[in-house]
């Protein structure tokens, strides 16, 4: 498998689904098949990329969260890069509160009990 083909496999289904936010579950898999398939090669940055800005536009910043967690326990090259986005994350540099990256509405109301 080559992650340079899934990239541009992924990024041409993204075009076609732009605008149609019911086709966002079916890309999300799309993409967690090829992270399944290619996304411990060394090389995989650009496909981990890729799909953390599908979860940033759609504004799923848990998914997002969760995706950096996942990507900066495998050894890449883009591994600098990853930590440093998931650093500014949670820091507060991105716009979504620091609640929202680490546990679902649920587990936030079981806290504050």
Same mark, same amino acid.
């Given at each position: ?65 969760? /995706?950096?967690?996942?990507? %900066?326990?495998? $050894?890449? #090259?883009? +591994? ?5 986005r @998931? =650093?500014s /994350?949670?820091?507060?540099? %991105?716009?979504? $509160?620091? #609640?929202? +990256? ?5 587990? @936030? =109301?079981? /806290?504050?009990?």
């Amino acid at each position: 498998a080559c992650v340079d083909l899934w990239v541009h496999y992924l990024q041409a289904a993204m075009t076609l689904a732009d605008g149609q936010p019911e086709l966002q579950e079916g890309l999300r898999q799309l993409f967690e098949r090829g992270i399944e398939a290619v996304g411990r090669d060394w090389r995989a940055f650009p496909l981990w990329d890729l799909y953390f800005h599908f979860e940033e536009r759609a504004g799923q910043w848990q998914k997002l969260g969760e /995706l950096l967690r996942r990507a %900066a326990a495998i $050894p890449m #090259e883009g +591994l600098p890069a990853v930590r440093i986005r @998931l =650093r500014s /994350l949670v820091m507060g540099d %991105a716009s979504p $509160p620091l #609640e929202d +990256l680490c546990c679902d509405a649920e587990e @936030l =109301r079981s /806290l504050g009990t």
